[in-house]
């Protein structure tokens, strides 16, 4: 080899590489997210839902040129890492807070809407892929579990399009519920420890059980917080259960099974040892903060990609059976916790 030159297998090489076939993409979906948080902070609107309508008004960029790519690595890879530093804010000592009966109905919770979920897919005639994506961002929280949950479940040609669709009606859905079920739970004369479970327990994303929460009182807030946190945990454990079953299929039905997927996925063993080592106390509090940022910054950066992927009329395909059943999966969970809060932890 001539002195001077670079080998093109050299790891210089295929940084350079990756990044002019990547970075265009990468960049645009971070202006994207930029301009989304910039609105949520001045107007009050969800950083996700945001990040995800501005995203599709750049879905040209997505269709040809140099940011393709780029898109579609930031929309799969980047995905992937801020579900992973969601482990960090997880614990073992959110386990012991509430008490046994709090966490069984939150478990019950979780379990019962995805089941729920696949019901009510079957009878309306939606898939079960949609069933598991719907089921479970709405047990689970929101947007997050359902690019969590998108990325291990077999892709068709309606991927991108359920995955906008239920990243789309969760938070619309829980901004909505931000709203109302404090008064629901006011109507029904909740004390502040039951609307904080119900709130907690119900609501799909992080960021309005934070603010509905808060909006009634501290106790609530933080009572709140807590319970959608428990959730979360149990993120890694159903997209575990998820992608052992999907393996396990034999099946072909409309499914490219041409490569297998992981035993364990790397995102959820990475969001287990996280989480292992913040219970265990090894992960400072201000490293902690920083892989949290890190963390949401992430999905809303991938989630602006996710847009820019999907056009506006593949949405409105998505069907009313869609909207119906992921107003059904709401309506069951808040049900079933208001139940269990009333006739079960009291």
Known sequence: MPAGTVS?????????????????????????????????????????????????????????GRCVTGIGFTSKTV?????????????????????PKVILLIVLGVILTILFGLLGAKILGRGWRFALLTGGSVAICGASAAMAIAAVLPRNEHSERN???????????????????????????????????????TIHDVAQVVGAGFSVSEETGETATLVKLIRVTMLAPVVLIFSLIIRSRTENDDTDTSKRPPLIPFFVLM????????????IPAIVQEALSSMSRWALLISIAAVGMKTSLKTILDVGGQAIILIVAETVFIAGFILYGITHFTG
Request: hydrophobic share 55%; proline share 2%; no cysteine.
């Open 271 to 282: 969001f287990l040892l996280l989480a292992a080592a913040n219970s265990f106390g090894l």
């Open 163 to 201: 995955l906008i669709f239920t990243v789309l009606g969760v938070t619309v859905l829980s901004t909505l519920a931000m709203i109302v079920y404090p008064i629901i739970t006011d109507v029904l004369q909740l004390s502040h420890l039951e609307t904080g479970i119900f709130l907690g327990g």
């Open 79 to 99: 995905l992937r890492i801020g579900v992973a530093l969601l482990g960090a804010r997880i614990s073992v000592d959110l386990l012991i807070g509430l008490g």
């Open 8 to 64: 093109h297998d050299s790891p210089f090489e295929k940084t350079r590489t990756f990044f002019s076939n990547n970075g265009y993409g990468f960049l645009v979906s971070v202006v994207v997210a930029v301009a989304a948080q910039f609105l949520s902070e001045h107007y009050g609107a969800p950083a996700m839902l945001m990040a995800l309508l501005l995203g599709i008004a750049f879905h040209f960029l997505a269709e040809e």
